[in-house]
């Protein structure tokens, strides 16, 4: 192979994220509606007959399916499905920054949406224990509580230390993440729920000023 042909391969080749197959793609919704005059935003608590993370509160969601165009589709089938209403229900689709999980292996595609009336929800028991809603304005003075998680390598031990430099020495690093939780009357929003209601708070109330908490 020459370099002409090197460059014609690499040059033809679309940019995507390297190992992009071992990961999962999961589309988010986080639900804007109108109660009263007032904008708030809708969580579900999680089904306790759910294997994961029974009784967690979250936003409606899920993982995108072959039979799914997009994850924004997959976000809006989810929603219907987990909240008992038609998909047209749903309008103002717009994405937020999406982000990696590595350590489960996901990649979270969350986007903001309007649901026109709450009185068509009607909760899928099977997945949604219960919903709540919590006025925006609510949100928008407070400060999350912020704890500190830091995660260290784990080596198998048919591990070959006498493959790299230093051996069993080796300075692996540690990472460090913080986890955010908001209260809300006997509620506790934290995890990947807390991280996408921070996110969008960021944009909707500091984009003016060019800060982010």
């Known amino acids: 192979m020459d370099l002409k042909q090197i460059f014609t391969r690499i040059q033809n080749h679309h940019s995507a994220m390297l190992g992009k197959e071992h990961y999962r793609a999961f589309g988010i919704l986080v639900p804007l509606i109108q109660i009263d005059g007032q904008i708030h935003l809708l969580f579900e608590v999680r089904s306790l007959q759910l294997k994961r993370q029974p009784g967690e509160i979250c936003f409606p969601g899920g993982g995108v399916e072959k039979y799914d165009p997009t994850p924004q589709d997959t976000a809006i089938r989810e929603t219907a499905e987990e909240l008992g209403i038609e998909k047209d229900s749903i309008s103002c689709v717009y994405p937020l920054d999406f982000f990696v999980?590595?350590?489960?292996?996901?990649?979270?595609?969350?986007?903001?949406?309007?649901?026109?009336?709450?009185?068509?929800?009607?909760?899928?028991?099977?997945?949604?224990?219960?919903?709540?809603?919590?006025?925006?304005?609510?949100?928008?003075?407070?400060?999350?509580?912020?704890?500190?998680?830091?995660?260290?390598?784990?080596?198998?031990?048919?591990?070959?230390?006498?493959?790299?430099?230093?051996?069993?020495?080796?300075?692996?690093?540690?990472?460090?993440?913080?986890?955010?939780?908001?209260?809300?009357?006997?509620?506790?929003?934290?995890?990947?729920?807390?991280?996408?209601?921070?996110?969008?708070l960021s944009i909707v109330y500091e984009q003016d000023n060019g800060e982010k908490k």
């Open 101 to 200: 999980q590595s350590m489960d292996g996901r990649i979270i595609y969350p986007y903001v949406g309007f649901i026109d009336n709450i009185e068509k929800i009607k909760p899928n028991p099977d997945e949604v224990k219960e919903i709540f809603t919590v006025p925006i304005e609510y949100l928008r003075d407070m400060k999350p509580e912020e704890h500190r998680l830091t995660f260290q390598v784990q080596l198998g031990e048919d591990f070959p230390y006498h493959l790299i430099p230093g051996g069993k020495n080796y300075s692996w690093k540690t990472r460090e993440i913080v986890e955010y939780f908001y209260f809300y009357k006997d509620y506790v929003i934290w995890g990947l729920t807390a991280n996408i209601l921070r996110h969008f």
